[in-house]
């Protein structure tokens, strides 16, 4: 798909290439300019999280992977906008499944970037404060949160996503697994993404996945899972 | 109630007869890694789910039929995607191995230029992990795409299958899915897809019978 969106959608690139770059402190979840999803900057060089995820990984990850979901989004929603126009329901219906597809690559891709921090600059080590006690209410230790997650991450039957989330309403500690892109959504607010797509780690760690599973922890941001969390 | 055990199929060529359309690397770790991985997560799951049926537990046998259909629908694509796979020096690997399924591709789609058009749509469309396949429905061809490693078990007869897993080309072609499905064309085995077309189901799956 990432082939025929890019031959289709010239003067969307273009348009894209033009944005102003953003300050990497603006933290924010997903970036627009003038109504079109834009691609995010990283908020670290590529090769910040060696050795726990290659230089290669991360560039290809966020230049052509993530970006391809931000044209994907971006088409998708000039469709709908065009199906709108037209009253034309069928075809507008037609665009929901682009819409989650690459709308949630996005979304989840953007969050995953700022939870993840180069070891020993942000990244790595423990939560600490009400973050490290809600983790031990809701999971007993740290320890077993980690082993939950690596348990839920190697569980996942083809692509997805592994989540740390707080449900809105009780306020309670979660794992979740989402399939494909599908973002987390509803009454569950994302805290921390792992993401578990082949192309997250295969370059590095080709079939043995439990390996990136284990290394992610020395790059996870806790400080940005505990603003989430506070949020 | 014994089960018997999967064993991983030998490949019918070696890892580097696919070059260059699929690097020697990738071929053995998805052979002798990720195959066999699904053969060995199949065999556990069938053997739990034995013990489950001695002792009429049916929670257990429900919560492990994911692990079965996952584990054994990866055992059955990669054993027909091996199988219909040929180096592309082989006559096997031409199209005019199969003239009979070549006559009604292009009697469905207009040519066979036409039906690899929609195959290639089809295959580039797949959200996440996952096959495309032409499958014989009836009288019928159709291409089909199937999620993770959901196997074809309707009453369709696989014709061949192409592997859309990020492991089937990430090495080689990193994000570049269109090549690797552009490149996929020249070592499909027509030879085997002629005698799936001209069998039935069970004919596509003696390969899996041989594995036990």
Do not use: C
């Not at chain 1, 031959?7 to 627009?32: E, I, Q, W, Y």
């Not at chain 1, 180069?118 to 980690?146: H, M, W």
């Not at chain 2, 997560?41 to 079965?68: E, G, M, R």
């Not at chain 2, 292009?106 to 295959?123: C, H, Y």
Request: glycine fraction near 10%; proline fraction near 4%; hydrophobic fraction near 40%.
């Amino acid at each position: 798909m990432s082939s025929s969106l890019l031959r289709t959608t010239p003067v969307l690139r273009a348009g894209l290439r033009a944005r102003a770059a953003k300050p990497l402190a603006a933290m924010a979840t997903t970036s627009f300019t003038r109504g079109k999803a834009t691609l995010p900057d990283l908020p670290y060089d590529y090769g910040a999280l060696e050795p726990y995820i290659s230089g290669q990984i991360m560039e290809l990850h966020h230049s052509k992977h993530h970006q391809t979901y931000v044209n994907g989004f971006n088409a998708a929603v000039e469709a709908l906008g065009d199906a709108q126009a037209k009253g034309d329901s069928k075809a507008a219906a037609a665009q929901a499944p682009l819409l989650n597809f690459h709308g949630g690559g996005h979304v989840n891709h953007s969050l995953f970037w700022e939870n993840l921090a180069p070891n020993g600059k942000g990244g790595g080590g423990e939560p600490d404060g009400q973050l490290l006690t809600a983790i031990k209410q809701d999971f007993g230790s740290f320890e077993n949160f980690k082993k939950q997650t690596n348990t839920a991450l190697a569980g996942i039957q083809g692509s997805g996503w592994a989540w740390l989330v707080k449900d809105k309403s009780s306020g309670n500690l979660g794992l979740v697994t989402r399939a494909n892109q599908d973002p987390v959504t509803g009454n569950l607010e994302p805290l921390l993404g792992i993401d578990a797509w082949e192309h997250a780690y295969y370059l590095q760690y080709q079939n043995r996945k439990a390996e990136y599973f284990s290394a992610i922890w020395d790059v996870i941001n806790w400080g940005t899972v505990a603003k989430r969390f506070a949020k | 109630m014994s089960v018997g055990t999967f064993s991983l199929p030998a490949l019918p060529y070696a890892y580097d007869a696919l070059e260059p359309s699929i690097s020697a690397q990738i071929m053995e770790l998805h052979h002798s890694k990720h195959h066999q991985a699904y053969v060995t997560n199949l065999n556990s799951a069938l053997k739990t789910y034995a013990t489950a049926i001695a002792a009429n537990d049916v929670p257990s046998q429900i919560a492990l039929q994911a692990a079965i259909k996952f584990n054994g629908g990866g055992h059955i694509n990669h054993s027909l995607f091996w199988e219909n796979l040929s180096p592309s020096s082989s006559p096997d690997a031409d199209s005019a191995s199969a003239p009979a399924l070549t006559a009604e591709i292009a009697n469905t789609w207009g040519s066979l230029e036409k039906f690899q058009e929609a195959m290639v749509k089809a295959l580039l469309g797949i959200q996440g992990s996952g096959w495309g396949w032409l499958v014989k429905d009836g009288n019928a061809l159709r291409i089909v795409t199937t999620k993770d490693q959901d196997p074809v078990v309707g009453g369709e007869v696989p014709i061949f299958g192409i592997d859309m897993w990020e492991h089937a080309y990430y090495l080689q072609y990193l994000n570049g899915k269109a090549a690797y499905v552009e490149n996929i064309w020249k070592v499909i085995n027509w030879k085997t897809a002629e005698q799936r077309f001209k069998g039935d189901r069970d004919d596509a799956f003696k390969i899996l019978k041989a594995s036990l």
